[in-house]
């Protein structure tokens, strides 16, 4: 069964505003990773914030975790059409990535030009 | 950061047939997984594709449907077996090295007539 929900599971902004989207989760957890998926096609990697942290930035990204909560935020800045994509937060229970993730069920971000 | 691929990167099959698909790492990795992503879904663990021994199946995953072989450290295959409509989606495999951030590969995109 999925671990995280995404909410909300669609964002429609203008360019040039912020999108948060926020991810809770169940149990304990290693890490919180964010991914990017445009149109069906592969993930990529955004960041990675471990239990033991509780923001972590690059670029235009900036991440939050509560694990007293079970929750996290991904804040982009000044968004951009490019943006335009799914967005899943997974959990990795393991430390030295052994154990595959587990995944939410993500947010479309929609960026009105 | 590992860079992955995968063949094919799309495919059409008829239903009672198989599927294998291939994953190559552009470096040793420690850790190779398999997921599935059915159409408007998030991503679901298949397994885990160990090297040298029998893969580690997650509920709802079982050998015979899904065969996955690890004979070296940068390549696996996953074959999706007695191909059905449902089993149409996109599979995609991850690898993980010393850290934790798990990359993933392009995706195969599975279609089944």
Known sequence: ?113 | SAVISQKPSRDICQRGTSLTIQCQVDSQVTMMFWYRQQPGQSLTLIATANQGSEATYESGFVIDKFPISRPNLTFSTLTVSNLSPEDSSIYLCSATGSIDTQYFGPGTRLTVL
């Open chain 1, 1 to 113: 069964s999925q671990q995280g929900e995404e909410d909300p599971q669609a964002l429609s902004i203008q360019e040039g505003e912020n999108a948060t989207m926020n991810c809770s989760y169940k149990t304990s957890i290693n890490n919180l990773q964010w991914y990017r998926q445009n149109s069906g096609r592969g993930l990529v990697h955004l960041i990675l914030i471990r239990s033991n942290e509780r923001e972590k930035h690059s670029g235009r990204l900036r991440v939050t975790l509560d694990t007293s909560k079970k929750s996290s935020s991904l804040l982009i800045t000044a968004s951009r059409a490019a943006d335009t994509a799914s967005y899943f937060c997974a959990t990795g229970d393991s430390g030295g990535g052994a154990d595959g993730l587990t995944f939410g069920k993500g947010t479309h971000l929609i960026i009105q030009p």
